[in-house]
């Protein structure tokens, strides 16, 4: 399954159950030559169990999450023509706590970078980026998540990578792709969901909340969230005024904790107006 073609055609890559090895394994197959497949070997166990994948995107190399430990997943880049072992980007082994590489990927427009997120010391999800030419030498884009608060549960990278906006601590309110009114009451976590846009062209990586404060037992920020193509706009969805009724808002990467809502008003009677979904325009 996760059938992928190269932009040529040439080739054609796929995730596959191994009832010998009792593995998920990525095969490479030359659509000129049908019928025989080549695996996509790594250090962790040969074809191992491979979560998630991504071609790169000149259709080269290939970067997936996959491994062997338990709960130690690392992320790895093969290259496709031809085919050999993958390297390792970023180790997911930990000696001391569990530490694994997230499926929820991004690779850079260029492909020289990739955006990922790891679970760490608190097993809690914190946002990095790695180079593809310098493997392990990762970039922290997120504070270390002592807290759940500060935990990365989301992110999207502009189109040029100059910016990133990233969720934190969403499991408080809505946290999830489900209509916040039939999700049955909020959670009091004790503390505030955010939406963070980090600046990836300037030094340090400067960190703006975009989200105005709220209140942590009734008010959450929904997934969808999306970048308008200037890149310094954030359009995303949460129930600022009314606790469980979403609206949408426009945020400035430019001005901290000013959103304005876009959304017309809600009319709570018939539910019309509540926004369920944000999505590319």
Do not use: C, M
Request: hydrophobic residues 40%; glycine residues 10%; without cysteine.
């Amino acid at each position: 399954w996760d059938l992928r073609l190269s932009a040529d055609g040439a080739r054609a890559i796929y995730r596959a159950y191994d009832p010998a090895t009792g593995r998920t394994a990525l095969n490479l197959v030359a659509t000129a030559s049908p019928g025989t497949a080549t695996p996509i070997l790594y250090a962790d166990g040969a074809e191992g169990a491979v979560e998630a994948y991504q071609l790169t995107p000149d259709g080269s190399a290939v970067v997936f999450t996959g491994g062997n430990g338990f709960l130690e997943t690392s992320l790895w880049i093969a290259p496709l023509a031809p085919v050999a072992d993958a390297t390792r980007l970023v180790d997911g082994r930990n000696t001391v706590q569990y530490s694994w590489v997230e499926p929820d990927f991004v690779i850079g427009a260029g492909g020289a970078r990739v955006y990922f997120r790891q679970r760490d010391t608190f097993n809690f999800s914190r946002l990095y980026r790695v180079a593809v030419a310098a493997p392990l030498a990762t970039t922290p884009l997120s504070p270390d998540p002592t807290l759940a608060a500060d935990e990365v549960t989301d992110f999207t990278v502009t189109s040029d990578e100059r910016g990133l906006v990233y969720r934190a601590g969403a499991d408080g309110a809505e946290g999830g792709d489900v209509r916040p009114e039939t999700a049955g009451p909020p959670p009091a976590t004790g503390f505030a969901p955010t939406l963070v846009h980090v600046d990836l062209s300037a030094a340090a990586y400067p960190r703006t909340v975009l989200s105005p404060a709220v209140d942590p037992a009734e008010e959450g920020i929904g997934t969808g969230y999306r970048f308008a193509g200037d890149g310094v706009r954030v359009l995303y969805r949460a129930d600022h005024d009314q606790p469980t009724f979403s609206d949408a808002y426009l945020a400035s990467v430019a001005t901290a904790g000013a959103p304005r809502k876009v959304s017309p008003p809600l009319d709570q009677t018939s539910d019309a107006t509540d926004v369920s979904l944000i999505t590319a325009y």
